[in-house]
């Protein structure tokens, strides 16, 4: 039987995105490069790392050791504060590019904003450049603000292909969701199934719902991020659970069901705080 791969979503540069893929904080080299090429030999082939990660080399490893072809994988990293800048997001790419083995990135991003050091606008420069230049494939955000985005768009006229934030039904980020939606931005959850403090796992809507489709707990929150059209990187290093969180795409929830879970919502000051925080 061949694996279950995500179907995939067009970025607005071209480039094709699956809507499921695969976080690796907080594993380190050696469990990147035995868990991601397990994932792959799943059906995985959105993989997501960062360099604040430290562990770019092993997701290198992973990849290579799938034996995957590398036009069938879509890599996605980030880069911190210390890159923020026009030259410096293209040593930042070089240096990413070269832990993970890779000629090209598909998607590279800005970590954080970090608008205390105010060079956010800088560093989407360089991406843009990076992107002209075609040794990106795709450019984005992570834990960019409305108003942030509102700024970088105004100042270059480049539309981010993705904003990564955190979103799971505890943070349902609706007024995010409907501002990148407005400017045809993909959405992309990290922490889709929570995280510290944000068990919606056990939430009895959550668990019912299970019980009803018989399904996991997690791929029910999984399947509510695809019924509201976003993308989603569930990190697992168990191979079981890999499999299960990739398993969603043979079922679909009620408007109702996808309601009541967004009910769970404790509103965007659950969120980390992206004016306050950034590395």
Not at 96 to 104: I, M, N, P, Q, V
Request: with cysteine; net charge negative.
């Amino acid at each position: 039987m061949s694996p279950t791969t995500a179907p995939t979503v067009t970025l607005p540069h071209g480039a094709a995105m699956p809507r499921l893929g695969m976080g690796t904080w907080p594993m380190d080299d050696a469990e990147c490069e035995r868990v991601i090429a397990d994932a792959i030999a799943l059906g995985y082939r959105l993989v997501d790392t960062a360099e604040n990660y430290g562990n770019e080399r092993g997701v290198g490893r992973g990849l290579k050791a799938s034996g995957a072809a590398r036009e069938e994988l879509f890599v996605t990293t980030k880069f911190n504060k210390k890159w923020h800048g026009v030259e410096l997001a293209a040593e930042a790419f070089e240096r990413s590019a070269d832990r993970l083995g890779l000629d090209y990135i598909d998607l590279l991003l800005i970590h954080w904003p970090n608008p205390d050091q105010d060079q956010y606008v800088e560093a989407w420069q360089g991406l843009a450049r990076l992107l002209e230049q075609g040794r990106v494939k795709a450019i984005g955000t992570s834990n960019f603000k409305p108003s942030h985005l509102e700024r970088i768009i105004a100042e270059t006229g480049v539309v981010p292909d993705v904003n990564q934030i955190q979103l799971n039904p505890g943070v349902t980020r609706e007024g995010p969701r409907s501002f990148h939606a407005e400017h045809g931005i993909v959405t992309q959850s990290w922490s889709p199934i929570g995280g510290e403090g944000v068990d919606v796992l056990q939430e009895q809507v959550v668990v019912d719902l299970a019980e009803r489709y018989g399904k996991t707990p997690a791929q029910i929150v999984l399947r509510w991020h695809m019924e509201l059209g976003l993308t989603a990187v569930p990190k697992s290093s168990n191979t079981e659970r890999l499999a299960q969180n990739l398993d969603i795409f043979d079922f679909s929830l009620s408007s109702e069901d996808v309601a009541a879970i967004s009910a769970l919502d404790k509103g965007e000051s659950a969120a980390a705080d992206s004016d306050a925080f950034g590395h």
